[in-house]
């Protein structure tokens, strides 16, 4: 939500990996587009939240099911939240125009002065694209100067809490591509492997990643309008601003709950200023600006759990590493044997507790695959 360009129009802001259409285009979409509106869906239910549209009656219904305890919720959670009654749109293509579709990484939008929300159909994270929807159209004029990069992360935020069977995997996309922004998160993979009788440990260090992603500069992040950040998520499907603007937002509700990082708003609005200045961000986050501050920023967020959930999301690469690793060392010519053998781990840099990769289903499909073996 972008409450800078609030008073020149409306503002559709994106979910997940999307953004806000800037808004300057979309007031001349408004004008000379304003014939062709896209329609809404056709079935529709009322719910105490407002309403949904669907194209079935039956996902209209599911998605207010959902919805409607999604709101009190959030509302709950987070203070400055506004009362004001939602639409919601479920649609096959994700358009406020029609013929004019956004991206298919956008995975919602919402339009801030409409209080309406577009996702899409069959979304199997709908209700996670929701939440974040959600948190733009409901957070109040007390929000106003929270910079674009850190709206988008407290949406995510918002959704990884209230979601909790997406929330984990949420938490570790946004911190691998929020590591991506500064040279990528460095782990460890190592296996056990014999030679005439004695055992080895073989090291090797890997960067993981979910796809290249350019270099962010915190200070210039936060002070990224939100229509900024919309072009740049808009054309870019990494999620590099999105990853920098959890984990920031994460850290200081971490630290200070949602409270916190509201009175940060509430600061900056009593001194008369636009946007929360970066160096206020970054001290409630106990961050620097540096690459360094934010992969151990990345790094702490990251515990048991997440290292597990994180070696599920890039199990692809990480097996085609590993295989590539385990065929240069000469290693085990089963690939079978070496998974039950080689006691093969994978740990994060400082940290005692690695994860076993032979006991991850993930791991195990994409390793055989990348040796060149079906599945089993
Ligand atoms: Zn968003």
Known sequence: MFHSSRASGRRPSAGYNGAVLRPAILLGLVLVLSACRANAPVAAVTAPFGSVRAETLAEAQQVAARAAELVPTIRSAVPGMLDRPIEIWVQRQLEIFEGEPYADHIAG??????????????????????????????????????????????????????????????????????????????????????????????????????????????????????????AKAAGDSSGGLYGVGYLVAHRIVERQGFAGLHRLCLAATERGLERVPAADILAAAAMNASPDSLRGAVVDSIGDDELEELARLVAKDLAIATVKLCKD????????????????????????????????????????????????
């Open 109 to 230: 939008m919402a339009d801030f002065e409409e209080a309406r929300i577009h996702v899409r159909t069959g979304d199997e994270r709908v209700a996670l694209h929701l939440a974040h929807e959600l948190v733009h159209v409901l957070a109040g004029p007390t929000w106003a100067t929270l910079p674009g990069v850190l709206e988008e992360g407290l949406c995510d935020v918002v959704a990884a809490a209230v979601v909790p069977e997406h929330g984990l995997e949420q938490h570790v996309k946004r911190l691998v591509e929020a590591a991506a922004t500064a040279g990528g998160l460095s782990a460890i993979v190592s296996f056990r492997q014999w030679r005439g009788g004695d055992a080895y440990r073989i090291r090797a260090e890997v960067r993981l990643s979910l796809g290249d992603v350019t270099p962010i500069n915190l200070n210039r992040a936060f002070q990224l309008s939100a229509s900024e950040v919309f």
């Open 329 to 376: 060392m000469g290693g085990e010519d089963r690939p079978t044997a070496f998974l039950e053998r080689a006691d093969l781990e994978l740990r994060l840099p400082h940290r005692a507790r690695p994860v076993k990769l032979a006991r991850l289903r993930e791991f195990r499909e994409e390793f055989l695959r990348a040796w060149g073996i079906e599945e089993i």
